[in-house]
């Protein structure tokens, strides 16, 4: 995958245009360090945010989200100026996604920062693919 590939970006239609810029500059960054990263969530529907909340709780799976998308909406549900606030990257390894604890984390999440973003990583229950707006 080149870093122009349409693919590796695909998930970032309906996103912020300054979370979309700032996510662009991070994982092409990464890019030059070598190491490979694509966007594998950006905007959620209502029903796509509650099937993820499900999981682990009334349908198999490991709990991978806090928020129902009702009473809690995510930041990747599209907010008052019509853009979701999130999104979530992996890191491609041999072209496979992956998130191994072994792939540098901590820099993708500094260079989130650096850039004015929220990374999951930091949170008490961490999300490292997970930034968002602040």
Same mark, same amino acid.
């Given at each position: 995958?080149?870093?122009? %590939?349409p693919?590796?970006?695909? =998930?970032? +239609?309906?996103? !912020? #245009? @300054?979370?979309? /810029?700032? &996510?662009? $500059?991070? *994982?092409?960054?990464?890019?030059?360090?070598?190491?490979?990263?694509? *966007?594998?969530?950006? &905007?959620?529907?209502? +029903?796509?945010?509650?099937?993820?909340?499900?999981?682990?709780?009334t $349908?198999?799976? =490991?709990?991978?989200?806090n928020? %129902?998308?009702?009473?809690?909406?995510?930041? !990747?549900?599209?907010?008052? %100026?019509?853009?979701? !606030?999130? &999104? @979530?990257?992996?890191?491609? *390894? @041999?072209? *496979?996604?992956?998130?191994? %604890?072994a792939?540098?984390?901590?820099?993708?999440?500094?260079?989130? /920062?650096?850039?004015?973003l929220?990374?999951?990583?930091?949170?008490?229950?961490p @999300? /490292? #693919? !997970? &930034?968002?707006?602040?």
């Amino acid at each position: 995958m080149t870093t122009t %590939d349409p693919h590796r970006f695909a =998930k970032l +239609a309906g996103v !912020h #245009p @300054d979370l979309t /810029r700032a &996510v662009r $500059a991070v *994982v092409l960054a990464m890019h030059e360090l070598g190491y490979e990263m694509i *966007v594998t969530d950006g &905007v959620r529907t209502s +029903a796509e945010q509650q099937k993820l909340y499900a999981q682990g709780r009334t $349908a198999p799976g =490991k709990v991978v989200t806090n928020a %129902d998308g009702i009473i809690r909406s995510s930041n !990747h549900q599209p907010k008052a %100026d019509g853009y979701g !606030h999130a &999104v @979530d990257c992996c890191f491609l *390894v @041999d072209g *496979v996604p992956s998130w191994s %604890d072994a792939l540098p984390w901590e820099l993708y999440g500094e260079m989130a /920062r650096v850039l004015g973003l929220r990374w999951g990583g930091d949170w008490k229950t961490p @999300d /490292r #693919p !997970h &930034v968002e707006l602040p």
